[in-house]
C-alpha cells in the first residue's frame, strides 16, 4: 500500500513549455485534490475531484488543467509554463470530503 | 472566503517543554484539520476535528467551534516535533466537498 504517489518529484521548465503531474493514489479514494505551496504560505486549492470523470474549479486554478479518468490517477496539467507558476504542488486523496486528507510527496517545479 | 489566521507564526522551544498553537477562523466551519509538514516537506495529517477534543499521544486538540478557534497542543517535545503545523478549514453551508483553505502556519523548531 503506497498511500498517496506523484510523479516527477522534480522538474525544471522554460517558459512556455508544457507538463503533466501525476498523482496516483491505491486507496479507492473518491475525492482527490491539487494544492500549491509557495513560500512562507499555506498550500491554496487549484483543482480537485469528487470523483471519477469529475472536476472542479478550486481557489487558484487559473493556468491549470486537470483530468480524472481513471478513480485512482488525478492528473495536473500545465499548457504554457509560465514563473509564476513556481511552486510546490502537492496532491491529497480522501475517502469521503469530511475525514482525513492524505497528501503525496510533493513535485518542486521551478519555470525558468 | 474563509479567513485562517494561526498564531504564532513562529515558536522556539528547549526539548520537553509543552507549547499550544492556535488557529482562528472568520465563519463556521464543517471541517478543521491540522497537519504537521516535516523539515522535508511531507504533510501529515494530525486531527480531523471541526469541534471537541481529540488526544493522540503527546499532542492534543480542542475546536470551539461557537467561538472559532481550534488549539494544537503539544506537549514534552522532541525535536521530531520540528516542522511547520498548519490548520485548515472548510466553510460550513454549501456542498462539501473537502475544500480546505490553510492558514498560513507556525513554524515549530525544537532544540536539544
Known amino acids: 500500500n503506497a498511500g498517496v504517489t506523484q510523479t516527477p518529484k522534480f522538474r525544471v521548465l522554460k517558459t512556455g513549455q508544457s507538463m503533466t503531474l501525476l498523482c496516483a493514489q491505491d486507496m479507492n479514494h473518491e475525492y482527490m485534490y491539487w494544492y500549491r505551496q509557495d513560500p512562507g504560505m499555506g498550500l491554496r486549492l487549484i483543482h480537485y475531484s469528487v470523483g471519477e470523470g469529475t472536476t472542479a474549479k478550486g481557489e487558484v486554478p487559473d493556468g491549470y488543467n486537470v483530468s480524472r479518468l481513471k478513480k485512482q490517477n488525478f492528473l495536473l496539467g500545465l499548457e504554457s509554463a509560465a514563473p509564476s507558476q513556481t511552486s510546490v504542488y502537492f496532491c491529497a486523496s480522501e475517502v469521503t470530503p469530511r475525514g482525513t486528507q492524505y497528501f503525496g510527496p510533493g513535485t518542486r517545479l521551478t519555470v525558468l | 472566503g474563509i479567513q485562517v489566521e494561526q498564531s504564532p507564526p513562529d515558536l522556539i522551544l528547549q526539548e520537553g517543554a509543552n507549547s499550544t498553537l492556535r488557529c482562528n477562523f472568520s465563519?463556521?466551519?464543517?471541517?478543521l484539520q491540522w497537519f504537521h509538514q516535516n523539515p522535508w516537506g511531507q504533510l501529515i495529517n494530525l486531527f480531523y476535528i471541526p469541534s471537541g477534543t481529540k488526544q493522540n499521544g503527546r499532542l492534543s486538540a480542542t475546536t470551539v467551534a461557537t467561538e472559532r478557534y481550534s488549539l494544537l497542543y503539544i506537549s514534552s517535545s522532541q525535536t521530531t516535533d520540528s516542522g511547520v503545523y498548519f490548520c485548515a478549514v472548510e466553510r460550513a453551508g454549501g456542498t462539501s466537498y473537502g475544500k480546505l483553505t490553510f492558514g498560513q502556519g507556525t513554524i515549530l523548531t525544537v532544540h536539544p
Open positions: 465563519d463556521s466551519v464543517n471541517n
